[in-house]
């Protein structure tokens, strides 16, 4: 089979590193790729946006299977557009998209479907959503509707802090369109949990537990970025939550799309608040979380391409997944002053004294230049390790990314540290 993979990131790094394993797989192209994805696909200079070059590329090079990584292509519709010339393509349509396009859309439709989330109203107008903080208790959660790149939620301790996210929202426009509609939302506490699960519109199968690190600093300080780190299975995600995950969250949600005639085909990754009275929706993602994605799929034995076909062909019931029992922890190692401004360029040496057997190293940000590797992006690499338990992944990856050096890199050394307090934490609940 050909196959090709949309995106630039180690998301589509640790897809195409885990689709080239198939035995199904004959050639393996990824648009646009980067400098890691070169070494294992053959990169091809279309944008994930030029959805009519994507389709051409796919007709004229007979690909059999398309995989989407972000999830803009998806929300534009790129599913729909791919399948109306009969071409296999893995992800939700443009409809059943909404869920992460649009917070309104998918905060009604957990509200319909009885999905625990936080109680929220939706305001178009900047006065009305005034008078409405007059009388709330804070703190609040404001969201912008649209895609707004992980950037458009603001945790508001006062009104304040409302009035400052109004204005960037509604006034200055800095999402643009996105920022038309907003979501006003109780603020949830609790300990924060990805669960993925891949569908093929009716039936699912769960993807393994894994926690992502959104903080740029040690101890959950500074801003959110994309993902500094994540590690899988989560201890949080014992068996019992994840059956209560799947019974009020993950089963309701493919069934109520199955009901809305927009049936979701593809990863339904649902970002989580384990709170006291037990899992909240925060939101809907329609693709692979990275870096959680980097953390979980060096423990999945199951053959992807398998698994993305079933869910293509609507025959899921047919997959069987099975797991490494191992842990997995993936540490970002990032360019200095990300999320904000950072240099590009940098060499980046060390990649080669790696212990092989063990580690995975997925490239994000990076490029090839000769036969140099050099830094193009905030997140450079996704460095992922394997251990009999978690503390032996986390002490076995730190060994690693001690060899990789370039100039102004910066990492998180708290990776995984979140996994060893569970205990505490669960007793705390
Ligand atoms: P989202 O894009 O909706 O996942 O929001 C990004 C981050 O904002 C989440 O990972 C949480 O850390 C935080 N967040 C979103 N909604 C809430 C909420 N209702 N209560 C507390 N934190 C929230
Ligand atoms: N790591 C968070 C995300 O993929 O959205």
């Known amino acids: 089979m050909n196959i090709l993979v949309i995106g630039s990131g180690g998301r589509e790094h640790a897809l195409c590193w885990k689709i080239k394993q198939s035995p199904l797989v004959k050639k393996l192209y990824c648009a646009p790729g980067n400098g890691g994805i070169s070494e294992i696909a053959e990169c091809v200079d279309i944008g994930v946006n030029d959805y009519e070059k994507l389709l051409r590329f796919a007709q004229q090079n007979r690909i059999d299977l398309t995989v989407v990584g972000p999830e803009a292509p998806l929300v534009d519709g790129i599913v729909d557009l791919f399948e109306k010339e009969g071409l296999q393509i893995f992800g939700p349509g443009r409809a059943p998209a909404q869920l992460e396009g649009s917070k309104i859309f998918a905060k009604e439709f957990m509200y319909e479907y009885n999905i625990p989330t936080a109680p929220f109203r939706t305001f178009d107008d900047i006065n009305e959503v005034g008078l409405f903080l007059t009388k709330v208790q804070f703190p609040i959660v404001i969201k912008a509707d649209g895609l707004a790149a992980g950037k458009g939620v603001f945790i508001c301790n006062d009104i304040k802090d409302a009035n400052e996210a109004l204005d960037?929202?509604?006034?200055?426009?800095?999402?643009?369109?996105?920022?038309?509609?907003?979501?006003?939302?109780?603020?949830?506490?609790?300990?924060?949990?990805?669960?993925?699960?891949?569908?093929?519109?009716?039936?699912?199968?769960?993807?393994?537990?894994?926690?992502?690190?959104?903080?740029?600093?040690?101890?959950?300080?500074?801003?959110?970025?994309?993902?500094?780190?994540?590690?899988?299975?989560?201890?949080?995600?014992?068996?019992?939550?994840?059956?209560?995950?799947?019974?009020?969250?993950?089963e309701p949600t493919i069934k109520g799309m199955e009901m809305e005639g927009t049936p979701f085909k593809g990863v339904l990754y649902a970002g989580l608040m384990v709170t006291k009275e037990g899992p909240f929706v925060l939101e809907y993602n329609v693709r692979f979380g990275d870096p959680e994605i980097q953390a979980i799929l060096p423990r999945m034995?199951?053959?992807?391409?398998?698994?993305?076909?079933?869910?293509?062909?609507?025959?899921?019931?047919?997959?069987?997944?099975?797991?490494?029992?191992?842990?997995?922890?993936?540490?970002?190692?990032?360019?200095?002053?990300?999320?904000?401004?950072?240099?590009?360029?940098?060499?980046?040496?060390?990649?080669?004294?790696?212990?092989?057997?063990?580690?995975?190293?997925?490239?994000?940000?990076?490029?090839?230049e000769k036969e140099k590797i050099v830094t193009s992006g905030g997140r450079v690499l996704g460095v992922t390790g394997l251990g009999a338990s978690i503390e032996d992944a986390i002490k076995h990856t730190y060994t690693q990314v001690e060899k990789i050096k370039f100039d102004h890199c910066f990492f998180r050394r708290d990776i995984g540290a979140k996994a060893l307090k569970v205990n505490d934490i669960l007793n705390r609940r």
């Open 301 to 368: 034995k199951t053959d992807i391409v398998i698994l993305m076909l079933a869910c293509c062909q609507k025959r899921l019931g047919e997959v069987k997944m099975d797991w490494d029992d191992r842990s997995c922890v993936c540490i970002v190692m990032s360019s200095g002053g990300y999320p904000g401004k950072y240099e590009k360029g940098m060499e980046i040496t060390g990649l080669e004294a790696l212990d092989e057997k063990e580690t995975m190293v997925f490239h994000a940000g990076t490029k090839k």
């Open 168 to 250: 960037q929202i509604m006034e200055k426009k800095i999402f643009k369109d996105a920022g038309n509609e907003i979501v006003v939302e109780e603020c949830l506490f609790g300990e924060e949990l990805s669960i993925l699960a891949v569908s093929d519109g009716s039936r699912y199968v769960m993807m393994q537990s894994s926690q992502d690190h959104k903080r740029i600093f040690d101890d959950d300080l500074g801003p959110n970025t994309g993902g500094m780190g994540a590690y899988s299975p989560a201890p949080l995600a014992s068996r019992q939550l994840m059956r209560e995950v799947e019974a009020s969250i993950i």
